[in-house]
């Protein structure tokens, strides 16, 4: 797959062709898909390149038929027993079609049900193959990706920007067998053991018996566990910083989770942990902005994937290991390797980049692709095996456990985008959706009637030897797994100001809407074991005491890290916001700096792609002001609320809304011409990341500058050091 970026362009285009106004009646055959889709490669179930273009998975011919392919007439009228008559039974394409339609859906995922995927493809460096034989990581080689994010808690319908945990799950087709990274955009999760998983879901699932809140950890029930279960305390605390509300999947780091072991061909072996480092940086939302945006645009993340993958700027991350010796004890500086609710500083082991994924296709199908793509982590390459983790091993049996049930059997790596690009040669037979036609009679080892086939290959997967100590049969932890609070310490110690001032605020929120004051004394009794300034800070906003902590907080090095702040970053696919008649120089300005340029005009028409009424401060990552248009016809209260009250405004007050709640949301912002009087009357001009210049390309680049720092934190200091 071509990781070449396309020229830039403004996205949102639906099709692929250009609709008439009155309907076509010429057949013809169906529209090739839009430059940027892509789909599974054409393999056959076990493997084997078909020769077909990727169009061979979709619809074939100009006329309707049947899905056994019988051309039909009509597909408006059923089948009936005169004008006025009841339907037949006989009507056998009713029948088809209402079946079909009735049986569409498939169970949504338990857990990370809403999510996007694209297609991408992944090159190794070559500066991983001391630590492993897997192929896909040697220099230069290029593998085919299937990405899919996703949130945790919420259904399907549920919206994108809900503070929650993001799932980042890779499927690499590599030459060895498919090799699925099954991780999250945090690195440490809320539980230490599998078997608890059912228990923190239920926990964070809309309460059973009103089904609300949806998508949400702000309630009772998830607090309750979370403060009784403090091995989950380090989890949430990232999950109540700005992490828990990426800007972008773009924007948004990766984690393995677990603790990996690798085999290198001389059969040595090393731990690591893997880590997604997004190009543009780490970046977050700001609260309100999520709220709002949950609002007017649930589709927000997915929709800003695809459209930067339409425009040309592909989203990229480097693939990174941070590695340890593979020794006796499973332990890196004191820290338990195998605890999944730890991490390891990239100070004290820095993050080694192995490989860079870029995403270059959207899907061609959202069902057929990103529904149907299955994950598992025991789908690993030679030079890649799993450890100890007892969170790693529960999921090694939920995930395929889980594939059953909403896939409908066992054959669902033969579902198109599951397809390995390496031969296949099992000896499972049948069941549901079996697509392969097998060949032979022998479907066991050994035998002779089959030649033998299929052998086992002596440089195949290797489970490592590793010596499991002799121990009693018991349900316990290690004590190592006990310190429940020191790494939580470590994570708010090392943020910068602000970013403490928003997981004040998020733990005072989340709190406030819990019902039982127990469970907010007990949460608050948790953080005084974390830090008692972030203790009192909550519990003031709470209008509670803050409790004393039980034993003294232990000393901890921050790591510089773990802040998202204090770096710029590139601004490919920023999207910029302009209130100005169209100006296709400028326009062209935004597009050669490789961000988007949406025009914001009153009404829509040539060169504007929003209007007042359609546009939000929330879809943009900066604003600019070369005109101060007046009140349009549609900006009156009974029509549209952002108009606010009535009054004898002399500019659209939807455009001052635009204006102030950029500026609230720490965006950047540049005028010129009327726009500078304009600024001046709302009261932004002049202050931190508010830029004039005489023209719009000179107001841009002073724009531009600003956007490397995401956000323009001055403009708000904060009372926490």
């Known amino acids: 797959m071509n990781s070449r970026k396309a020229s830039p362009k403004i996205p949102g285009a639906p099709g692929s062709g250009t ?57 408006d009228h059923s089948l009936k027993a005169g004008p006025r008559g009841p339907i037949l039974l006989q009507d056998h394409h009713f029948r088809e079609k209402i079946t079909h339609f009735d049986h569409e859906r498939i169970p949504e995922r338990v857990v990370h049900a809403r999510g996007a995927g694209a297609h991408g ?14 192929s896909f990581l040697k220099k230069d080689q290029e593998t085919p990706v299937f990405v899919r994010f996703s949130t945790v808690l919420g259904s399907r319908g549920s919206a994108d920007t809900v503070r929650d945990t993001r799932g980042f799950a890779t499927k690499f087709y590599t030459d060895e067998g498919n090799f699925d990274l099954v991780g999250n955009n945090i690195p440490v999760f809320f539980i230490q053991d599998a078997i608890k998983f059912p228990d923190i879901i239920h926990a964070g699932k809309p309460h059973p018996d009103r089904e609300i ?156 692709e990103t529904e149907q793509v299955a994950f598992h982590l025991g789908h690993l390459p030679p030079g890649i095996d799993v450890t100890n983790d007892p969170l790693l091993q529960g999921r090694l049996f939920s995930y395929v456990d889980t594939q059953l049930t909403r896939l409908g059997g066992p054959n669902f790596e033969q579902i198109p985008v599951n397809r390995p690009h390496a031969p296949v040669n099992d000896m499972l037979r049948d069941g549901f959706h079996q697509h392969a036609v097998h060949a032979g009679v022998a479907p066991y080892r050994p035998n002779s009637l089959d030649g033998g086939n299929p052998f086992p290959d002596p440089d195949g997967f290797l489970d490592v030897p590793v010596r499991v100590a002799e ?39 989340e709190l406030g809407k819990c019902y039982e004051q127990a469970i907010k004394q007990r949460q608050l009794q948790c953080l005084a074991e974390i830090d008692p300034v972030l203790c009192e800070q909550v519990a003031t906003g709470l209008g509670r005491p803050a409790p004393a902590p039980r034993t003294d907080p232990v000393d901890v090095t921050p ?140 107001a841009f680049n002073a724009v531009r500058e600003l956007l490397a720092d995401h956000r323009v934190w001055d403009r708000f200091p904060a009372s926490l050091t």
Not at 36 to 56: H, M
Not at 249 to 274: D, I, Q
Not at 475 to 500: C, G, I, T, Y
Request: hydrophobic share 40%; net charge negative.
């Open 19 to 75: 609709p008439s106004v009155d309907e076509p009646t010429t057949p013809a055959e169906p529209l090739p898909p839009k430059p940027e889709q892509g789909a599974p490669e054409p393999r056959t179930p076990t493997g084997a390149v078909t020769g077909c273009p990727v169009t061979a998975y979709g619809q074939q011919g100009e006329f309707l038929t049947t899905g056994d392919g019988t051309r039909l007439r009509d597909t």
């Open 121 to 134: 493809v992944f090159t190794g460096y070559g500066t991983a193959s001391s630590l492993t034989r897997a």
């Open 213 to 368: 809140p949806q998508a949400q950890s702000a309630h009772d029930t998830f607090w309750d566990f979370v403060s009784l279960h403090t091995e989950a305390q380090h989890h949430t605390m990232w999950n109540m910083s700005d992490r828990g509300i990426p800007r972008s999947y773009r924007t948004m780091e990766g984690f393995g989770v677990h603790t990996f072991r690798l085999v290198n061909a001389a059969g040595e072996t090393v731990l690591v942990k893997f880590h997604w480092k997004p190009a543009l940086g780490v970046h977050s939302l700001t609260w309100e902005e999520a709220q709002l945006i949950s609002g007017v645009d649930p589709d927000f993340h997915r929709r800003d994937l695809y459209d930067a993958i339409e425009a040309g700027a592909f989203p990229a991350w480097e693939l990174g290991l941070q590695v340890f010796p593979d020794n006796p004890e499973e332990t890196f500086a004191g820290i338990d390797l195998l605890d999944p609710t730890k991490i390891v500083p990239e100070e004290l082991a820095p993050v080694q980049p192995v490989g860079r994924m870029v995403l270059n296709k959207v899907p061609t199908n959202f069902f057929a």
């Open 471 to 509: 121990a009693p049969k018991i349900r316990q932890n290690p004590a190592s797994f006990d310190d429940h609070f020191s790494q939580a310490r470590l994570f708010w110690l090392s943020m910068s100001p602000v970013e403490k001032e928003h997981i004040v605020a998020a733990y005072t929120f």
């Open 559 to 698: 790591s510089p890290a773990l802040s998202q702040l204090g770096r710029s970053w590139p601004v490919d696919g920023r999207v910029v916001g302009i209130v100005a008649d169209p100006d296709s120089a400028l326009s062209e300005a935004v597009l050669a700096a490789g961000m988007v340029p949406l025009v914001i005009g009153a009404h829509g028409g040539p060169g504007i792609q929003r209007t007042f009424d359609t546009a939000r401060s929330v879809e943009f990552d900066a604003v600019l002001i070369g005109a101060a248009p007046p009140p349009a016809p549609g900006a009156i209260p009974a029509r549209d609320a952002k108009a606010g009250a009535p009054g004898a405004a002399p500019v659209d007050p939807r455009v001052q809304l635009l204006i102030d709640e950029a500026w609230r949301h720490a965006k950047a912002i540049g005028a010129w011409g009327d726009g500078t009087a304009l600024l001046e009357q709302t009261g932004a001009a002049g202050t931190p990341g508010v830029v004039t210049a005489g023209d719009g390309p000179a």
